[in-house]
């Protein structure tokens, strides 16, 4: 089992940044990937981006590009998401999700074994 913890949400301005970071512990060395995807309400959980575990391949949605960077430090088993140029839009709920086998569809939470609680991000307009 392995287990994921966000960090780092908070309210913060049009235009600004905030770093997000996703810890994982347990059976870590079971995992091959790590996504960030978001929800608001009513409304289906978006995947922004992901990375793997080890090695090389980094992924993002075409709706971040640019402005979102995944990044991770093994060393400490954790997984960043840098958010830039903040907009009201990017209000939601940050999950962080890991799988085992190597993902064939990113986007899809249903191929994520493990996910983190969530936490609250607020642009406000």
């Known amino acids: 089992q392995v287990q994921m913890v966000e960090i780092g949400g908070g309210v913060v301005q049009a235009g600004g940044g905030l770093r997000l970071s996703c810890v994982a512990s347990?059976?870590?060395?079971?995992?091959?990937?790590v996504s960030w995807f978001r929800q608001t309400p009513g409304k289906a959980r978006e995947w922004i981006g992901g990375?793997?575990?080890?090695?090389?391949?980094?992924y993002y949605a075409d709706s971040v590009k640019g402005r979102f960077t995944v990044s991770r430090d093994n060393a400490k088993n954790t997984v960043f998401l840098q958010m830039n140029d903040l907009k009201p839009e990017d209000t939601a709920v940050y999950f962080c999700?890991?799988?085992?086998?190597?993902?064939?569809?990113?986007?899809?939470?249903?191929?994520?074994?493990?996910w983190g609680q969530g936490t609250h991000v607020t642009v406000p307009s």
């Open positions: 347990g059976r870590t060395s079971a995992l091959s990937s």
């Open positions: 999700a890991a799988r085992e086998e190597y993902a064939v569809n990113w986007a899809s939470p249903t191929e994520y074994d493990y």
């Open positions: 990375i793997r575990w080890t090695g090389s391949g980094l």
